[in-house]
């Protein structure tokens, strides 16, 4: 079955560090790959998205590329601030079969930027 | 009112109570979701609508029973619950196929406690 495996958190970094997250995900075929985003006390929402092998994602500064031969989908940004404290979920959507968008969730990783 | 609302936003019940969970969605989207979002776990799927009909039913109990009656409004009806059932569960929606795959749009969730 499909599967992702996000990094263990908590991350605790200090404003305008340099942020990585791993993600790396098992699943047959071609799955397109998500970065959601969890703000304190909100449902989530998507950050950014990949759908072939070599895309790059981006939103909010922000990136992931999608790398089929190591089958990650790393989240990186340069700079972080602390408006970007908030749950990060890596997840993929197999394709085929369904008709619908079911997804397949890591446990998150939660970041906190200090000032 | 835009996206998705989820009400209660909180809710504490015991465990011989009955209750609802109540979903709207404001997109026009054709598929909604219920996960389970539990600490340090994965989100679990646990029902998805396509076209008002159920499409999975993720080994959940039957103490959880979904119910969605038309496209823009989905309920979970809980009963005889547990205290590992406390969690957050989101509702989310997406259209399928459309312009963008695999893209959910959640609600804030309703966290639930189980004395």
């Known amino acids: 079955g499909n599967s992702v495996t996000q990094m263990e958190g908590p991350v605790t970094l200090s404003e305008e560090a340099f942020l990585t997250i791993n993600c790396t995900y098992t699943?047959?075929?071609?799955?397109?790959l998500f970065w959601y985003v969890q703000y304190p006390g909100e449902g989530l929402q998507l950050l950014l998205k990949?759908?072939?092998?070599?895309d790059k994602g981006s939103n909010k500064g922000f990136e992931a590329t999608y790398r089929k031969e190591t089958t990650s989908f790393h989240l990186e940004k340069g700079s972080v601030q602390v408006s970007d404290s908030a749950v990060y979920f890596c997840?993929?959507?197999?394709?085929?079969?369904?008709?619908?968008?079911?997804?397949?969730f890591g446990q998150g990783t939660i970041l906190t930027v200090h000032p | 009112e835009t996206g998705v609302t989820q009400t209660p936003r909180h809710l504490v019940m015991g465990m011989t109570n009955k209750k609802s969970l109540k979903c709207e969605q404001h997109?026009?989207?054709?598929?909604m979701y219920w996960y389970k979002q539990s600490a340090k776990k994965p989100l679990e799927l646990m029902f998805v609508?396509?076209?008002?009909?159920?499409?999975e039913n993720n080994s959940v109990p039957s103490r959880f029973s979904p119910e969605c009656p038309n496209s823009s409004h989905l309920f979970l009806h809980l009963h005889t619950l547990q205290p590992e059932d406390s969690a957050l569960y989101l509702c989310?929606?997406?259209?399928?196929?459309?312009?963008?795959?695999?893209?959910?749009?959640f609600g804030e969730g309703s966290r639930l406690t189980v004395l």
């Open positions: 990949a759908t072939k092998a070599d």
């Open positions: 609508y396509s076209l008002e009909e159920r499409v």
């Open positions: 989310a929606s997406s259209q399928d196929p459309g312009p963008a795959p695999g893209e959910l749009f």
């Open positions: 699943a047959t075929g071609y799955p397109s």
């Open positions: 997840a993929l959507r197999s394709t085929g079969g369904t008709s619908y968008g079911k997804l397949t």
């Open positions: 997109l026009g989207h054709n598929a």
